[in-house]
Nanobody
Framework: VQLQASGGGLVQAGGSLRLSCAAS????????MGWFRQAPGKEREFVAT????????NYAASVKGRFRISRANAAGMLYLEMNNLQPEDTAVYYC?????????????????WGQGTLVTVSS
């Protein structure tokens, strides 16, 4: 199983970024996918998740209304559109394969992880 996240970078507060995650080695459309992040000196936290195939989503309260998770099952791709970014969104963002179809919010339900992409938001 491979997960390759990309799209991170440096952006000013109020700006936008779109993260992508290319997945392979697993039947993509059978599993929920999630985005998590880890800021310097902090524990990894949940950001967003999307069901394997019905489009249902869950978001952390801190990003709801600003971030949007989506997926393209035929292409094996996961996305995270991030708008109105703030300095507190600065973190390494990780994409992950869930253990099943349900959009879990706990990292313990995600057995496969990508290498992460750094998002830095300047004030």
């Amino acid at each position: 199983v491979q997960l390759q996240a990309s799209g991170g970078g440096l952006v000013q507060a109020g700006g936008s970024l779109r993260l992508s995650c290319a997945a392979s080695g697993r039947n993509f459309s059978r599993y929920a996918m999630g985005w998590f992040r880890q800021a310097p000196g902090k524990e990894r936290e949940f950001v967003a998740t999307i069901h394997a195939h019905d489009g249902s989503t869950n978001y952390a309260a801190s990003v709801k209304g600003r971030f949007r998770i989506s997926r393209a099952n035929a292409a094996g791709m996961l996305y995270l559109e991030m708008n109105n970014l703030q300095p507190e969104d600065t973190a390494v963002y990780y994409c992950a394969f869930a253990a099943g179809a349900w959009p879990y919010t706990l990292s313990a339900h995600y057995p496969f992880w990508g290498q992460g992409t750094l998002v830095t938001v300047s004030s």
